[in-house]
């Protein structure tokens, strides 16, 4: 390497030894990484496998950018920055309280959901009236909010919080997403879900049909890549930090009087609030895993509740392991009563 590319390469990578406040003044646009050489690059490198291994020509072309999206009309996407270095893994989870595709089974996840929306771009395949017919029209527009039905078997379920159910675009994302999936047992899985099933067996003829084919659409374009962002590390979060952050009615009150004790009797006991903060990462990873809900939003309700907890002075009165779990219920029905009026751009697209 060259001594002037020693030293660009060297000024460009000088934010990895910042201090934590200092790293927040860097802009996005300086970061300098890039998918190539970096953790993401293995996963990508395995779609592309993939992709050939179901005789499937088309390969997307992605970047870098704040998050993952793929923009209408483009067969290609974005993915975030984040995964692209260590350092900023570790950012993303300390700020975030998640590192959403930070693991290899999801990363493979998305990466697979973001090509169903580069594929149907590449070959328009949302003009065909069977796509229409079983997915929906693709000018529906994005809703602010939508409304899950946890018990539907109308839509396959891939992502978290059952995205397919968002808009005919995510629905078809995700069905070929599950379709994609190595070991492929869709079949055995969708077997009683007649219309889940009827749109997996429509995207493997799909494949089957445009599979070998160039596709109509050959754009190499991107939108909002890294090198063009100059918002700064430390402007990001605070951007994301709000979008996840949600208002929950104060109405729990008679709740953490079930679990939680304010008798007299119990006085000696430790405080609620206490009790909750010493277990909230716990509490937080166990809803999460069951409800598909963000850490950072349950966190937010969950402070609300710890403050509440010490306003009433309630007593953790009783064992430890029953509470807990009792706690982690109640923590995870308050974020239901919202998940039926949730903002969708909190999630991937």
Same mark, same amino acid.
């Given at each position: 390497m060259a001594v002037g590319k020693r030293a660009k390469h060297a000024r460009r990578r000088s934010w990895e030894r910042l201090p934590r406040e200092q790293l927040m003044k860097v802009r996005l646009r300086d970061l300098g990484v890039s998918i190539e050489g970096s953790w993401l690059g293995p996963q990508v490198d395995q779609l592309r496998r993939e992709l050939l291994d179901r005789a499937l020509v088309f390969q997307p072309h992605i970047w870098l950018s704040d998050e993952w999206f793929s923009p209408l009309g483009i067969p290609g996407f974005a993915a975030p920055f984040y995964l692209a270095h260590p350092r900023l893994m570790r950012l993303e989870r300390s700020q975030m309280l998640d590192l959403e595709g930070g693991t290899h089974?999801?990363?493979?996840?998305?990466?697979?959901?973001?090509? *169903?929306?580069?594929?149907?771009?590449?070959?328009?395949?949302?003009?065909?009236?069977? /796509?229409?017919?079983?997915? *929906?029209?693709?000018?529906?527009?994005? $809703?602010?909010?939508?409304?899950?039905n946890p018990a539907s078997k109308q839509h396959v379920q891939h992502l978290r919080l059952w995205y397919a159910q968002s808009h005919p675009d995510e629905d078809f994302a995700e069905t070929f997403a599950v379709w994609?999936?190595?070991?492929?047992? /869709?079949?055995?899985?969708?077997a009683a879900w007649p219309i889940a099933l009827r749109k997996l067996e429509y995207v493997d003829e799909l494949m089957a049909e445009v599979g070998g084919q160039p596709p109509s659409v050959t754009s190499h374009?991107?939108?909002?890549?890294?090198h063009r962002i100059s918002t700064t590390l430390g402007a990001h979060y605070e951007a994301r930090r709000r979008r996840y952050v949600i208002e929950v009615p104060n109405t729990y009150d008679r709740d953490l009087l079930r679990l939680f004790s304010r008798d007299p009797a119990h006085r000696d006991h430790e405080s609620a609030a206490v009790f909750l903060r010493r277990h909230r990462a716990t509490i937080r990873q166990l809803v999460a895993r069951w409800s598909g809900e963000y850490q950072i939003t349950l966190d937010a309700v969950?402070?609300?509740?710890?403050?509440?907890?010490?306003?009433?002075?309630?007593?953790?009165? *009783?064992?430890?392991? $029953?509470?807990?779990?009792?706690?982690?219920?109640?923590?995870?029905?308050?974020?239901?009563?919202?998940?039926?009026?949730?903002?969708?751009? /909190?999630?991937?697209?």
């Open positions: 089974g999801e990363c493979m996840r998305i990466l697979r959901h973001e090509t *169903g929306h580069a594929i149907q771009h590449a070959y328009r395949l949302h003009h065909r009236r069977r /796509w229409r017919y079983l997915f *929906g029209s693709s000018a529906q527009p994005y $809703p602010d909010q939508y409304r899950p994609m999936r190595p070991r492929r047992r /869709w079949r055995a899985r969708y374009a991107v939108v909002a890549p890294l969950l402070s609300d509740m710890i403050v509440r907890c010490r306003e009433l002075k309630l007593r953790a009165a *009783g064992a430890e392991r $029953p509470l807990v779990t009792n706690f982690a219920v109640l923590l995870a029905v308050t974020i239901t009563r919202v998940l039926y009026s949730r903002r969708r751009e /909190w999630i991937v697209v």
